[in-house]
């Protein structure tokens, strides 16, 4: 990446913290202001480095070691000492103690769905009182209109391909572009697990990425 990318690429991540905190403070609480933030699938940090300027503690959590590894050094050239990195698993071992704000975006697609579910599970019990979760998930496929966005049960999962502005080396496949599943959830286990952890509050906006639908989930515990 040029310096040029690597501005944009964080910039998106500071504009996408923006929209959470104001969809927050818009729509379920005008106060909002976090102590504490878990970014659940960190990556190299795109949006844990925005939060962390806004909280006196964040904490990234990812299964790549490579990802944290790069996200130290991005938290670090920044000066951004309140910052904590830990390698995540289904159980969420690393971390116990409770959150004021929790957020995952474009992460439980890549996950499959019965994992996934697991998962949310363990992070919705780490919301703290009054705690806010902004979660995405996708749950429906455009191209697929006859079955109201569902796939076919016979049709194998739809992988995307992640574009790269350069060839990627040749493999020993036909392709030269790694292939991500994208997983859709099922929204009435997720609202299920959302009231029966404790919230109250609820608000939700659409998202669309070439024809992967999906929702950012915003709530409020009790």
């Not at 944290?68 to 050094?73: F, T």
């Not at 670090?76 to 004021?100: C, H, I, K, M, Y």
């Not at 009435?188 to 404790?198: R, S, T």
């Amino acid at each position: 990446m040029t310096e040029e990318d690597r501005k944009t690429f964080f910039e998106s991540g500071r504009l996408h913290v923006q929209y959470v905190m104001q969809t927050v403070r818009t729509h379920l609480d005008s106060n909002f202001a976090p102590g504490s933030i878990l970014d659940f699938g960190c990556g190299v940090g795109r949006t844990l480095v925005a939060f962390a300027q806004l909280t006196p503690e964040a904490v990234g959590l990812d299964i790549s070691a490579s990802m944290l590894q790069e996200a130290n050094s991005n938290c670090q050239e920044r000066g951004l000492t309140n910052v904590s990195l830990f390698r995540s698993d289904d159980a969420l071992s690393a971390t116990a103690r409770p959150f004021d704000l929790i957020h995952s975006s474009i992460v439980f697609q890549h996950i499959p769905a019965a994992r996934g579910r697991l998962i949310f599970r363990s992070l919705l019990s780490l919301l703290a009182p009054r705690g806010i979760g902004a979660i995405h998930f996708l749950y429906a496929k455009s191209q697929y209109k006859e079955t109201y966005g569902a796939a076919p049960a016979a049709t194998p999962p739809r992988f995307s391909l992640m574009r790269t502005k350069a060839p990627s080396p040749p493999v020993p496949r036909s392709g030269s572009d790694p292939a991500i599943e994208m997983n859709p959830y099922n929204l009435n286990e997720i609202l299920f697990l959302v009231q029966q952890a404790g919230a109250q509050r609820l608000y939700v906006d659409f998202t669309d990425h070439g024809g992967e639908l999906g929702l950012m989930i915003f709530f409020q515990m009790a």
